[in-house]
């Protein structure tokens, strides 16, 4: 029972990817996640308002470690470069999870709803970002537009990532930085 | 009588519209906007899912617009200019309907959940546009990351204009594909 983790929420996590992943997404009931996990479902929904929920626990970890970049980005840092420093600094997180990333990603394509989730996460990241950026003295349309951009960056890096072999996140978003800069100015 | 509009679904959205701003969009039944434009209540669910598909028909409109102005424009334009000419071509609808607009927003960001759908309408918008770039030759990452970039300029354009007393969409968006430029020129 070494590969479990010990704390609840790890443990409802771990259960619930095995579920998906043996039996399907839409198979899979709350019931059954929490026996696996050696827990009750009382404990599960301590943690997660329904199943949906585990796929997207990493959203609000996710948003708080860009946001935590972005505030200690150097002050003279332009809006785009902090917004790349932001992402820069969380893409070592991702590597970390390129196995789990992959599998979650199979059952996000193919459930439109989730799809859906997943926009609106990346659109409350944005959000965050964008104020994370008028909290350094940015004013709009620019704050709006560098966190969209920085977000656009990031999908494209994500959705490259996450099909990818090995994994490499850092290199991907740079890959994806720099794709960005050539689009732009190819389109003046 | 002359203010309604002859078909049904323009009658439907006029009489809904009409309420959300009188009685408050929560306040306002399906029941009540088919009284309004005397129609039944089976003929709104004709036209409309429910009340809150009335706020966003115009999504798929505009993502048709988009999509045939992209496929449109000239072979050779690049896939971020080829994006700036599909989203300039749509601008002159938005205009017409700026009151209405402006209206709309007020709801939308009173209401969460309206603020969810209206961020994965733009998703799907993006989605539709990297499809056409492909349409027209261009692979990933940088069809994702043109439709992306060009959906930041468009979010970040509407967001302005829709809170601005004149509504000039063409003026304001080719605002912000210079600031996209600038952000990514001071960013390198």
Chains 1, 2 share one sequence.
């Not at 799809?115 to 990346?122: D, N």
């Not at 944005?126 to 950026?133: P, V």
């Not at 004013?139 to 994994?167: C, H, M, N, Q, Y």
């Amino acid at each position: 029972m070494s590969r479990w983790p010990s704390n609840p929420r790890g443990r409802l996590e771990q259960a619930a990817m095995d579920l998906f992943i043996e039996q399907g997404y839409d198979q899979t009931t709350v019931a059954e996640i929490a026996e696996r996990a050696g827990l009750t479902e009382r404990t599960f929904f301590r943690h997660f308002s329904d199943k949906r929920e585990v796929l997207f626990q990493g959203g609000e970890l996710l948003q708080a470690a860009m946001v935590e970049a972005l505030a200690a980005a150097p002050p003279d840092a332009t809006p785009l470069s902090a917004i790349h420093e932001a992402l820069a600094a969380v893409a070592g997180i991702f590597d970390e999870r390129h196995d789990r990333a992959r599998l979650r990603q199979g059952i996000i394509d193919a459930h439109p709803e989730l799809q859906e989730r997943e926009g609106a996460k990346m659109a409350k990241i944005a959000t965050a970002l964008a104020e994370g950026l008028r909290a350094r003295g940015v004013t709009d349309p620019d704050a709006r537009l560098a966190a969209d951009a920085g977000i656009a960056v990031f999908r494209s890096a994500f959705a490259k990532w996450v099909r990818s072999e090995t994994g490499d996140m850092s290199g991907t978003m740079e890959g994806c930085f720099v794709a960005l800069e050539k689009l732009v100015e190819a389109g003046r």
